[in-house]
Structures are given as structure tokens and as C-alpha cells.
Nanobody, 128 residues
Framework: VQLQACGGGLEQPGGSLRLSCAAS????????MGWFRQAPGKEREFVAA????????YYADSVKGRFTISRDYAKNAEFLQMNSLKPEDTAVYYC??????????????????????WGQGTQVTVSS
């Protein structure tokens, strides 16, 4: 399974960007997809996650109310709509997915070690 992320770029503070990620390859049987980000000199951090069945969503406090995660269940794809962007949102954004159904809790769904597949990352830069 490969994850392909796209949609990053340069945006001004207050602007919007939309990231996309699709899973391809062998039959994908995971049930959670997520977004993480990593700024220079910092650890990779959780941004948002969605359960493909049912559509439950989870957000980091820093993006709640500004970012919206969604999914296309039939296409094994996820999206991250980022509004009201701030300079501190600048980072490489990675999409991730589980390889098989996992009973993840709201606290464990935020852990990088729960995810088995990772995309190559897409740069998001917020600057005037």
C-alpha cells in the first residue's frame, strides 16, 4: 500500500489550503487515516484523524475549529481542509493509515506508532 499526499504550498496567514491523500496498491484494509506534521527541529505531531467507517474525527487542540478532516470511503482517500492558517502551521504534513482495523481510542489514535503506512510528506508554508 502506498499513500500519495498532495496539495501543500505557500499561503499567507489567514488563507486556506486543502491537502489530499489516497491509498493505492494492494487491497487496503485499514480503518483509520490521519495527518501528522513536523516542523524543523521538532518532533512529528498529530494533527487530525478520521475513522473510515462511521467518519468519527479527532483533532489536535491547536487546529480544532480551523482544520477539517474528511474522507472518501470508496476511494480510500482523506482530505484536510486548512482554514485560517497561521505561521505556526508551517511544517511538512504527512498522511498516515493503519494496515488493519484497530480499536483505537481518542488518546491512542494520536500516536504515530499506531500507523503502519506513511506518505512522503507535503510542505505547507504560511508566511506573508
Amino acid at each position: 500500500v502506498q499513500l500519495q499526499a498532495c496539495g501543500g504550498g505557500l499561503e499567507q496567514p489567514g488563507g486556506s489550503l486543502r491537502l489530499s491523500c489516497a491509498a493505492s496498491g494492494r487491497s487496503f484494509s485499514g480503518d483509520v487515516m490521519g495527518w501528522f506534521r513536523q516542523a524543523p527541529g521538532k518532533e512529528r505531531e498529530f494533527v487530525a484523524a478520521i475513522k473510515l467507517l462511521g467518519g468519527s474525527t479527532y483533532y489536535a487542540d491547536s487546529v480544532k475549529g480551523r482544520f477539517t478532516i474528511s474522507r472518501d470511503y470508496a476511494k480510500n482517500a482523506e482530505f484536510l481542509q486548512m482554514n485560517s492558517l497561521k505561521p505556526e502551521d508551517t511544517a511538512v504534513y504527512y498522511c498516515a493509515a493503519t494496515a488493519r482495523p484497530k480499536p483505537l481510542l481518542p488518546i491512542t489514535i494520536r500516536q504515530t506508532r499506531q500507523y503502519d503506512y506513511w506518505g512522503q510528506g507535503t510542505q505547507v508554508t504560511v508566511s506573508s
